[in-house]
């Protein structure tokens, strides 16, 4: 199946430092990725969506100042974690959508920032 | 009313059960439906999709009934290898495509 990759894996900064977590689609071109935030026993939440050539689209009490993405390519969406606070501290996964297949998503493996 | 509700479990059961699994959607424009599963602190991973004639996979069988809103998934002979959260998830619409995840019934099968 496709591959997703997100890095860093896990990182760990102290408050009011910016992160920025990476997202490619190795195999296959996406126009459209997602990024969403998993904290510790709740559901995966879409943070937004992330459109190649475009201005990302945020889902509702979602800060697009605080938590910027850029997908300047097809293969590639960045996610910023800006002056980051420990309650920013959670699971974030981005996935891809294969041009080719409309219903298909895959998930990077995740990242586990934690902000000291 | 969460978009998509399950029962969060644990569900405790031995090697060798059957299993099910429910899950009730709010939407009734949604579109797609899928059941996910994630191990602790990884990825969730497509496990199948949901089809309205009901679909099976080996030991797994999915059914959606569209007009009650309510989709399950059946899992027999549970194997130790079986213990995850099983995440019900739909696409509500059929142009954002961005999923919209129930937040899981963890199985945990004893041996």
């Known amino acids: 199946g496709a591959v997703v990759s997100q890095h860093p894996s896990r ?23 997602f990024w969403y935030r998993q904290f510790p026993k709740k559901s995966l939440m879409l943070m937004a969506t992330s459109n190649e050539g475009s201005k990302a689209t945020y889902e509702q ?12 390519s097809l293969t590639l969406s960045t996610l910023t974690v800006t002056s980051a606070h420990p309650e920013d501290s ?3 996964i981005c996935s891809a959508r294969d041009n080719t297949f409309s219903n298909e998503q895959f998930f990077g493996p995740g990242t586990r920032l934690t902000v000291l | 009313r969460k978009e998509v ?4 479990g644990p569900f405790n059961v031995p090697e060798g059960a059957t299993v099910a699994f429910n899950c009730t959607y709010s939407n009734s424009a949604s579109q797609s439906f899928f059941w996910y599963r994630q191990d602790c602190r990884k990825e969730p991973k497509l496990l199948m999709s949901v089809y309205s004639s009901g679909n099976e996979d080996g030991r797994f069988t999915a059914q959606l009934n569209r007009a009650s809103q309510y989709i399950s998934l059946l899992i027999r002979d549970s194997k130790l290898s079986d213990s995850a959260t099983y995440l019900c998830v739909v696409t509500p619409d059929t142009g954002r495509r961005a999923l919209t995840f129930g937040s899981g019934t963890r199985l945990q099968v004893q041996p």
């Open chain 1, 11 to 33: 990182v760990i900064c102290k408050s009011g430092t910016s992160v920025k977590i990476e997202c490619r689609s190795l195999d296959f071109q996406a126009t459209t990725m």
């Open chain 1, 61 to 72: 009490g979602v800060e697009k100042d605080k938590f910027l993405i850029n997908h300047a």
């Open chain 1, 90 to 92: 959670s699971f974030y």
């Open chain 2, 5 to 8: 509700e399950q029962d969060p």
